[in-house]
Structures are given as structure tokens and as C-alpha cells.
């Protein structure tokens, strides 16, 4: 569901004060959190990519950081977040950052770490985001991929629709235990069948996009936590599970 004008306003009050454009430092500190179109790619991933409970629960978070009543019954103060000065901003956030209450602990996690993933990972304005110039990293090649030779590609059978198929074994996930243990048991001589949920990659597939990789290698576009977001679970979702995305090369 779309976001309201009044919660994309939070939102970019919330991105502005994560992200602040600092006058008279570097070209990159300079940056601000509109120049990397954080809001607007974080609007988009909550309104298309977190799980319907989390969407809702972070629309809930912008409403209340912007209400006064709300604010008032958790701090006594009867303030609206995108009302105050920047100084004022940031220590609100650090105040939620460190409160004892573990739901605005939750709320200071979720915003914080998407915007910040996004302004580093997005592809910006322009498909070149200008932290990555910044950093010294070049961006994603632009060099076509190097297809894949016939002769290694799997054969995998896409299942959108009722289907019937017969095997001795069936393994769920073809990760790291899933693509070992099928191995095995079709080494021995059983007919094995792999269901895996996400999609099947190959050279010609694979871009070096960091944002889309993410979201569509990872369980949950690489957003699965805990249920209080104190722990972030990285975890692999495709072929190969896990160890499609977790080697670097020499
Ligand atoms: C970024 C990252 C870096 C890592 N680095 C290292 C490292 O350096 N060294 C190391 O030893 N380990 C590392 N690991 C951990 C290692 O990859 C995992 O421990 C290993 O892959 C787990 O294997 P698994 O088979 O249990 O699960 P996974 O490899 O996670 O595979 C599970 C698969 O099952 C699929 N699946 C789940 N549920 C269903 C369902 N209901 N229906 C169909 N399919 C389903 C998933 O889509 C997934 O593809 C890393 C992991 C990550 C994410």
C-alpha cells in the first residue's frame, strides 16, 4: 500500500537527520539523503519489498514518531519529529537508539539500517550513486556477462501452477545440506527431486547491482530479522542457497 504525503514527510525528516548534508565538508559530505533518493527508495521498499506485517508496523512507527500525543505519553514531551531542528532530531533518534523500550529500539534499528544500506547500496538518481565515487569504488561493470557454457547449466523445471511428479526422494532447499545430501542419495541411485524456492542464477544472470542482488538472493530481500531487529539474518535464496552468495573470489 502506498505511503501518505504525511508519512513520506516523516520519512524524509527521518533520512534527512540519518543522512545530513554537511556544507563546507567533502563532495560526499555535502551529499544529502535526497541526492542518493533515499526516501523515495525506501518508500518503494516499504510499499513493494518488507513482509506485510513489517510494512505495516513501520508505517505505524512514522505516524507515531510525528504524533505529539504519541510523543508525549512515551517521553512527556508533546513534540512532532519533522517540527524540530536538526540538533533536536538527531538526539530524539539517539534517545530511541538507546530506550529501555524495546518497541523504539525496534523502530531506531529499522529505519536506520534501511536508509543506510540504501544510500550505499542503491543505484541512485542516475544508476551511479554518488557515494560510490566518493568511496573509491568504481560501481557494477558494465561489461556484458560471460554466458555460461550449455553444457553446465541445470536444467531446473519452473513450478507456477499445479504439478505432478514422482521421485523416491524429495529435498526441500538446495543449499549448502540440501545440494549435499541430494548428491548423495542420486549418487547411490535414488530418483531425487530439489524444490527450491528462489531463483535459479547462472554468469549470464548475475549483475553486480548490489540493491537488486540483495533483494532477490536473500530470504526476504536480505531484510529477515528477529522479531526485534536486533539481529539481522543473512541468508541465501536461490540455487545453491547460501553458498551462491556467501564466497568471495580470489
Ligand atoms: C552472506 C553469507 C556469508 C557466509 N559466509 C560463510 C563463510 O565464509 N563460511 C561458511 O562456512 N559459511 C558461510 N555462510 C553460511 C553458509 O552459507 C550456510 O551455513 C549454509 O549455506 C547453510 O546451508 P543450508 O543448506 O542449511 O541452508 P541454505 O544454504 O540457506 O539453503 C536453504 C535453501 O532452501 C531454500 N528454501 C527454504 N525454505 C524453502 C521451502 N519451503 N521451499 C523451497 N525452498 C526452500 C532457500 O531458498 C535456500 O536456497 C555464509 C552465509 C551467508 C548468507
Do not use: H
Not at 189 to 203: A, K, N
Amino acid at each position: 500500500m502506498e505511503l501518505t504525503d504525511a508519512e513520506r514527510a516523516t520519512l524524509k525528516a527521518l533520512c534527512d537527520t540519518l543522512f545530513p548534508s554537511i556544507p563546507g565538508g567533502s563532495d560526499f559530505l555535502r551529499l544529502s539523503a535526497s541526492d542518493l533518493a533515499i526516501e523515495s527508495s525506501l518508500a518503494e521498499a516499504v510499499e513493494r519489498s518488507l513482509q506485510p506485517g513489517s510494512a505495516r508496523d513501520f508505517r505505524r512507527m512514522l505516524r507515531a514518531v510525528d504524533s505529539p500525543a504519541y510523543n508525549f505519553i512515551l517521553s512527556g514531551r508533546p513534540v512532532k519529529f519533522s517540527s524540530l531542528g536538526s540538533g533536536a532530531r538527531e538526539r530524539y533518534l539517539q534517545a530511541w537508539r538507546d530506550s529501555p523500550f524495546a518497541l523504539k529500539r525496534t523502530a531506531f534499528q529499522a529505519v536506520k539500517r534501511l536508509a543506510l544500506f540504501i544510500a550505499y547500496a542503491s543505484p541512485g538518481l542516475d544508476g551511479r550513486n554518488p557515494s560510490w565515487g566518493a568511496l573509491g569504488y568504481p560501481g557494477p561493470s558494465r561489461d556484458p556477462p560471460v554466458p555460461t557454457p550449455e553444457n553446465l547449466l541445470l536444467k531446473p523445471i519452473p513450478v507456477d501452477a499445479d504439478a505432478k511428479m514422482s521421485c523416491d526422494v524429495v529435498v526441500v532447499g538446495s543449499g549448502a545440506g540440501g545440494g549435499a545430501v541430494a548428491e548423495s542419495l542420486s549418487g547411490a541411485g535414488y530418483d531425487v527431486l530439489v524444490l527450491e524456492q528462489g531463483p535459479y542464477d547462472t554468469s549470464t544472470t548475475f549483475r553486480q547491482d548490489e540493491m537488486g542482488m540483495m533483494q532477490r538472493l536473500f530470504q526476504q530481500g536480505g531484510t529477515a530479522a528477529t522479531v526485534d531487529l536486533s539481529f539481522v539474518l543473512l541468508a541465501g535464496r536461490g540455487a545453491g542457497g547460501g553458498t551462491t552468495v556467501n564466497w568471495i573470489p580470489a
